[in-house]
């Protein structure tokens, strides 16, 4: 995939972080998977002039873009998708399983399969705080 660097923004400004790892460069792309407008505008900020962000989240309330022009004056690009097949499983496996994602730092919340409700209840809270929940079954 070609992703160096995982930021959290609960624990860090991930516009500063990433503008400063890219020496205010921005990056070629963003993948957009929280759907939050917080998380998009970070996205937005941090693309480069032709980048692309890419939204594969869904949104429960209205997006609002703080910063509408960053698109005419970066020539920046957004785009979405919806839909996986059976390769992408495999490929994305393949990824997570050889290294390189580090997952667990998407990983908020684990419940054992008997509390599946709560884990689905909180899921659709969408509060902030829950990116992504494991039901593990033991």
């Known amino acids: 995939i070609g992703a160096s660097l995982t930021v959290n923004s609960h624990q860090e400004d991930a516009v ?8 205010r ?3 070629d792309a963003a993948l957009i ?6 998380v998009l505008n970070q996205a937005i900020a941090v693309v480069r002039p032709q980048g692309k962000v890419v939204v594969v989240a869904l949104f429960d309330d209205v997006v609002t873009i703080e910063q509408p022009n960053f698109f005419v004056t970066g020539e920046k690009t957004i ?9 992408d499983f495999k ?23 008997e509390r599946t409700k709560e884990g689905i209840e909180l899921l659709e809270k ?9 039901l593990e079954i033991e």
């Open 16 to 23: 500063a972080t990433i503008l400063e790892a890219t020496d």
């Open 91 to 113: 490929k994305a496996i393949e990824i997570i399983a050889g290294g390189r994602i580090n997952v667990e730092d998407f990983i908020t919340h684990r419940f054992p399969l």
């Open 126 to 134: 969408r509060h902030e705080d829950c990116i992504k929940i494991i």
């Open 79 to 87: 785009t979405s998708s919806w839909g996986e097949t059976l390769q």
């Open 33 to 38: 998977a929280a759907g939050f407008s917080p």
């Open 25 to 27: 460069r921005g990056v």
